[in-house]
């Protein structure tokens, strides 16, 4: 069943796997910079891989990025930045985000448990909201499934936003997820991975077969 959705695919760190990437119709290409991630890249090798990226496509990965370190990344060349941030995030943070890449260009993905309410406020400050599997220890790549129907409430009640859902999607579960909660646009990570930050061609390529026409 081919699924029109967008996609993104993130934790990007080989020439090969970004390559494979836009061969299979990826829309979005992500790069960590976040350093305690196994998929962190430095600043300088995410750069050099995004140049293979066509223009509109690159984000950059990050965790609660302090306003000098977004300025310099923000010379990179990167199209969007995505930044991961715990529920204390204040309005100071999220101000200073917009103000320096700007509402169209940010995505916020916030770090929801399952009890946790949605914050409001990052909507006023960003176009995109991904919403990711969740660990307690861990932002991002969590490998956990999300809330699929919380996805689609938040989608339904807020149609001007830009959602992207998260959370361990792979060949296996990526029909059920999309049609489950309603994502015009997801991200993909560790399952379609063989180790942390290190794409399996064959998980790759079968679940782009489900997702982009031939």
Known sequence: MYLPVKVKVCGLTRESDVDLAL????????????????????????????????EGRSVLVDV???ADDLERYREGGFDFFQIHAGLNLGLASLAAWSGLVGYERLWIAPRLGPTDAF????????????LDGFHKELYGGTGKTGDWKGFADLKKNHPGISWVLA?????????????????ETIDLCSGVE??????DSVKMRALFRLLKPE
């Open 23 to 54: 061969e299979l119709g990826a829309d979005y290409l992500g790069f960590n910079v976040y350093t305690k991630s196994p998929r962190g890249l430095s600043f300088r090798r995410a750069v050099e891989l995004a140049r293979r990226v066509p």
């Open 64 to 66: 609660e990025t302090g």
């Open 119 to 130: 914050p409001q406020m990052v909507l006023e400050f960003a176009n995109t909201v991904l």
């Open 167 to 183: 959370g361990g999607l792979n060949p296996g579960n990526v029909s059920e997820a999309v049609a489950s909660s309603g994502a």
């Open 194 to 199: 063989s180790e942390p930050g290190l794409k």
